[in-house]
C-alpha cells in the first residue's frame, strides 16, 4: 500500500484515539505526512517487515514497531529498524533498475495487464 495513504490513515486514526505504528521503507514521505510514530526499514519498498522468508527477522521488526507503543514519548518520533536487506547493499543501485534487454519483455508485460484490466471493467 501507498506510504502516503497509510500514514494519512494512521493520522486519521491517531485523531479518534486509536494509536498506531507505521512500518516503512519511503522516510521522507511518512516523516512529512507527520505520523506519531514511525519504523523506518532501509529496505526496498514492498519490504517493511523484512526479507521474504526471513522469520526471525520479520518478527524482531514487527516486535521494534510495537515496542514503540511503549518507548515513542514524543509526536513523530522514528526509529531506524537495525538491518540491512543483505550483506550485499548494491541493491541499491539496481533497484527498480530496467535494462535494455528488458525493456521490450517489461513493455509487453505492462500492456498486457493493462487489457486485461480493462476487460475486467468493462465486464
Not at 485523531?15 to 512500518?23: D, E, F, M, R, S
Request: proline share 6%; net charge positive; glycine share 8%.
Amino acid at each position: 500500500m501507498c506510504h502516503q495513504t497509510v500514514s494519512l490513515v494512521a493520522r486519521h486514526l491517531e485523531t479518534a484515539g486509536i494509536p498506531t505504528v507505521v512500518l516503512g521503507s519511503a522516510r521522507d514521505i511518512v516523516e512529512h505526512c507527520g505520523v506519531p510514530r514511525f519504523l523506518f526499514v532501509d529496505f526496498p519498498l514492498g519490504n517493511p517487515c523484512g526479507r521474504p522468508w526471513d522469520e526471525q527477522m520479520q518478527r524482531s521488526i514487527v516486535t521494534s514497531a510495537l515496542g514503540l507503543f511503549e518507548q515513542a514519548q514524543e509526536p513523530r518520533t522514528t526509529t531506524q529498524a537495525p538491518f540491512q536487506f543483505n550483506d550485499d547493499e548494491s541493491w541499491r543501485r539496481r533497484y527498480m533498475q530496467v535494462r535494455a534487454e528488458d525493456a521490450a519483455g517489461l513493455a509487453r508485460r505492462g500492456a498486457e495487464l493493462r487489457r486485461r484490466r480493462a476487460q475486467s471493467k468493462s465486464g
